[in-house]
T-cell receptor
Framework: EPEVTQTPSHQVTQMGQEVILRCVPISNHLYFYWYRQILGQKVEFLVSFYNNEISEKSEIFDDQFSVERPDGSNFTLKIRSTKLEDSAMYFC????????????FGPGTRLTVT | DQQVKQNSPSLSVQEGRISILNCDYTNSMFDYFLWYKKYPAEGPTFLISISSIKDKNEDGRFTVFLNKSAKHLSLHIVPSQPGDSAVYFCAASPDRGSTLGRLYFGRGTQLTVWP
C-alpha cells in the first residue's frame, strides 16, 4: 500500500541553525501539507501546497518557514533560523484529488532545537 | 483556536465492549469530518470520515455519527479490541473550495482497551 515517507525521523539542531525536513508524498497525489504537533498539544496546520505553489498557510508559517517541491517526488519544509519553540513533531500529508478530503500522513520528523 | 474539541483526554474500555469517542465543533463552515488513529512514534492514520450531508457512516467495527444541530460527532467502535488502543483524533475540514483541505484537529483521546 502506498505511503508517505519522511526523513529524518529525528533531527537535533542548535538554535539559529537551518533545517530541512523531507517528505515523499504518495506518488499520484496532488495536494501536500505540513502539520506540526508540539508535545502535549494538538496537531496544527502549517501550510498546503498545490500546483507548485502555496495555497494556504497558517499564522504559524511565518517568514522563517518555506516549502518546496524540488522534483517530482520530494516535498520539503525549511526552517531558516530555528527557535526553541520550533521543537515539535512535523508531519507531512498528501491527498489525491480536489474532491477527496482524506489526507494521508507520514510517520513524522521529531525536531529538537537546543 | 478551539474549533474542534475532544473533551475527554482518555477513555478506558474492556475488550469486547463498545468504545464511544466524542467530538464537538464550533465552526458552522465545517462540512467534512474525519477520525484518525495514532500510535506512538507513528503519524496519524485515517480511519473513517463523514460528510455533513450524512448523519452516519459505517465501516466494519467503526461507525461515525454526526449531529449537525448539536455540532457533535462521535466514533463508535464495536467490539473494542486491545489493538484499538491508540490516540484518536477528530478532524474537520471547511468547504473544500475555500481552503483546499486544511484540517482542524482536536487534542485527541487516548483509548485503552483492556482484556
Amino acid at each position: 500500500e502506498p505511503e508517505v515517507t519522511q526523513t529524518p525521523s529525528h533531527q537535533v539542531t542548535q538554535m539559529g541553525q537551518e533545517v530541512i525536513l523531507r517528505c515523499v508524498p504518495i506518488s499520484n497525489h496532488l495536494y501536500f501539507y505540513w502539520y506540526r504537533q508540539i508535545l502535549g498539544q494538538k496537531v496544527e496546520f502549517l501550510v498546503s501546497f498545490y500546483n507548485n505553489e502555496i495555497s494556504e498557510k497558517s499564522e504559524i508559517f511565518d517568514d522563517q518557514f518555506s516549502v518546496e517541491r524540488p522534483d517530482g517526488s520530494n516535498f520539503t519544509l525549511k526552517i531558516r533560523s530555528t527557535k526553541l519553540e520550533d521543537s515539535a513533531m512535523y508531519f507531512c500529508a498528501s491527498k489525491g484529488t480536489t474532491s477527496s478530503y482524506e489526507q494521508y500522513f507520514g510517520p513524522g520528523t521529531r525536531l529538537t532545537v537546543t | 483556536d478551539q474549533q474542534v474539541k475532544q473533551n475527554s483526554p482518555s477513555l478506558s474500555v474492556q475488550e469486547g465492549r463498545i468504545s464511544i469517542l466524542n467530538c464537538d465543533y464550533t465552526n458552522s463552515m465545517f462540512d467534512y469530518f474525519l477520525w484518525y488513529k495514532k500510535y506512538p512514534a507513528e503519524g496519524p492514520t485515517f480511519l473513517i470520515s463523514i460528510s455533513s450531508i450524512k448523519d452516519k457512516n459505517e465501516d466494519g467495527r467503526f461507525t461515525v455519527f454526526l449531529n449537525k444541530s448539536a455540532k457533535h460527532l462521535s466514533l463508535h467502535i464495536v467490539p473494542s479490541q486491545p489493538g484499538d488502543s491508540a490516540v484518536y483524533f477528530c478532524a474537520a475540514s471547511p468547504d473544500r473550495g475555500s481552503t483546499l483541505g486544511r484540517l482542524y484537529f482536536g487534542r485527541g483521546t487516548q483509548l485503552t482497551v483492556w482484556p
